[in-house]
């Protein structure tokens, strides 16, 4: 700008077909990014640690369930158990980083399931068991 100048002035108009690019609606800021032309690209993505920590809360809702209604418990036992060997098989393939939250959801699924045999085999014993309920079904 040239002294005694009026900075507001009209600005020369500009020949028919060429238009001047928009101006910035927050100067000094970060250009937009450019991307190549297929848009933008993938970044790394983070581990698959959903399966471990699966394993490990059915694992750990095993117990108690097992403790109150061995109904629930068994299943929810043997579901721990194989969701914490994909988590596992997860982590030795190097996708997945939580390898003791899939190990602690295999040890729950494995005591609920011992702590099933042993209530089996404590009612087997005292002959309380009464085996005529699964004609029943």
């Not at 690209?41 to 399966?51: K, Q, V």
């Not at 997945?96 to 404590?122: D, E, K, Y």
């Amino acid at each position: 700008m040239q002294p005694g100048q009026d900075p507001y002035q009209q600005q020369p108009p500009v020949p028919p077909g060429s238009y001047p690019p928009p101006p910035d609606p927050y100067p000094g800021s970060y250009p937009p990014p450019h991307y190549p032309p297929g848009g933008p690209m993938g970044g790394p993505t983070g581990p698959e640690n959903t399966l471990g920590l699966v394993g490990m809360i059915l694992g750990i809702c095993s117990i108690p369930l097992q403790l109150c209604c061995q109904l629930l418990g068994v299943p929810v036992a043997i579901a721990a158990m194989v969701v914490s060997i994909l988590g596992l098989n997860k982590v030795k393939a190097g996708v997945a980083t939580n390898r003791g939250q899939a190990l602690a959801g295999l040890i729950c699924g494995a005591v609920a399931l011992a702590i099933s045999l042993l209530f089996l085999i404590l009612l087997v014993a005292r002959g309380t068991w009464d085996f005529s309920t699964f004609n029943d079904l």
